[in-house]
């Protein structure tokens, strides 16, 4: 038995296991009747689309929901940022944008307080995919921008 089939699960592998289920099973996918803001974004350099729906009460986000195309990075990162930002407030949010960001750029400690997202940490060698993850990201930043 080498070592290699001692230890079948790498850190690459389940990362990519956890982006290709939020690919392949989105979570907090669809639209809401209601919304208190929907921003439409896309990326044309891959061709991914995101739309995003949030409905705020009390300053807090009740409901998040996506809709959207395009590669398993973008449709990945938008699943993972709406499930996580249900239940936050703006203020919550908003900090969990800049950790998202400071862990596009390279910093995997920021990415430590972001749960499944720290899948993606890997995309920031990839500048052009980092685009693709970031999409959700602008849209809710814009989000938040359009609800102050
Ligand atoms: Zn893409």
Known sequence: MSLESAYPVKLNDLYRDVIMD???RPRNKGTLEEPSVSIDLNNPVCGDEISLQLLVR???IEKARFMGRGCSISQASASMMAQQVEGKTLAEAEEMIARF???MRGD???GETLGDLIALHGVS????RVKCALLSWEALERSLEQLR
């Open 108 to 110: 995997e400690k920021a």
């Open 125 to 128: 060698k990839f500048p052009v």
């Open 101 to 103: 960001k400071q862990m």
């Open 22 to 24: 939020h690919y392949r």
């Open 58 to 60: 009390d300053g807090r």
